[in-house]
């Protein structure tokens, strides 16, 4: 069984080390566990003294979006300069990328719900390897807006399918398993407030909805192929509104679940780069661009250092 870490708000027993996030009884039998796409494992490296602080993991798509974080981090908790040149754990692969710095540990998970699964899976046994308790995960990311003013940063507390449905549907063996996709109510409160703090930039609660692709799958009119209409891209944007949803990416959805079977407390923070009822490509400049995609680090980091200063 995994132990359960869903409240960060509520005191909880320390869980024995091998209550921790996994739950596969064959890892118990396993001479060695490889964690082939880190390039990790359990007899090459001694996980527990690599990572067993850890305390906060940041995932976010892109390798130098995660190495900007872990110096942002490194400046904010006092453990460093922002210049430090910190080194990326998993340098022998290039499917992923990790930094860590003091408790926070910053990894990419690349696009898609795919490149997300693999990466969580490995992350989660890299966790129970090293023995680590009461962590916390997000994602920090970018996404597309609904009835939003860009570079607003949405916190998400349920991830929705194309069909508006807050669960994601794992294929194992051919039968289909839902797993729920509601994100912890208190740490998203927790955020907010962080932002209400901070007060630099326009932060809501909502609902975000992960699809399966960039293009087709979020109804855009400027893919290599589009056999829907203009009027029909816009009845389902406004039926998503309808329903809540205020942003959209591709990885919320597997995140909320596994952080769920995990019994991670997790969040989900992305900034929107444009508001797709107005388009779909985006139109601000790079500078913009690169100010917006500082935000959700800004907020998660707010977050992270309050929890810092009383560790």
């Not at 390798?63 to 872990?70: N, V, W």
């Not at 904010?76 to 022998?92: E, K, V, W």
Request: proline share 4%; aromatic share 8%.
């Amino acid at each position: 069984m995994a132990c359960s870490n869903k409240d960060p708000c509520r005191k909880e027993p320390t869980c024995p080390p091998k209550c921790a996030y996994v739950s596969n009884p064959y890892l118990e039998t396993m001479e060695e566990d490889v964690l082939y796409h880190f390039d990790l494992g359990t007899k090459t490296h001694n996980l527990h003294a690599m990572f067993g602080d850890v305390k906060f993991v940041c995932v976010g798509g892109s390798s130098s979006r995660m190495k900007a974080f872990s110096q942002y981090m490194n400046e904010l908790l006092g453990l460093g300069r922002a210049t430090d040149d910190i080194p990326n754990i998993c340098a022998h692969t290039d499917r992923y990328s990790m930094y860590k710095v003091g408790p926070v540990l910053a990894v990419s998970h690349g696009m898609g719900i795919p490149s997300m699964s693999i990466m969580l899976h490995e992350l989660i046994k890299l966790l129970y390897h090293a023995k680590c308790t009461d962590v916390v995960a997000f994602r920090i990311g970018t996404s597309g807006g609904i009835g939003l003013q860009p570079g607003t940063v949405v916190i998400s507390k349920v991830s929705v399918d194309a069909c508006f449905q807050p669960h994601f549907e794992q294929n194992v063996m051919g039968t289909i398993k839902p797993y729920s996709t509601v994100l912890n109510e208190c740490l998203v409160q927790e955020l907010l407030n962080c932002s209400k703090e901070t007060n630099q930039f326009d932060t809501i609660i909502g609902t975000t909805l992960c699809t399966s692709d960039f293009y087709e799958g979020q109804a855009r009119l400027d893919g290599a192929f589009c056999n829907y209409t203009h009027e029909d891209k816009m009845k389902y944007l406004n039926r998503a509104y309808d329903a809540g949803v205020r942003n959209i990416e591709m990885e919320s959805s597997i995140f909320a679940a596994m952080c769920n079977r995990s019994g991670l407390p997790g969040a989900v923070v992305c900034v929107t780069l444009l508001d797709r009822l107005q388009g779909d490509q985006i139109g601000s400049s790079h500078e913009v661009l690169a100010e917006y995609q500082e935000r959700p680090q800004k907020l998660v980091g707010c977050y992270i250092k309050k929890k810092f200063c009383k560790m």
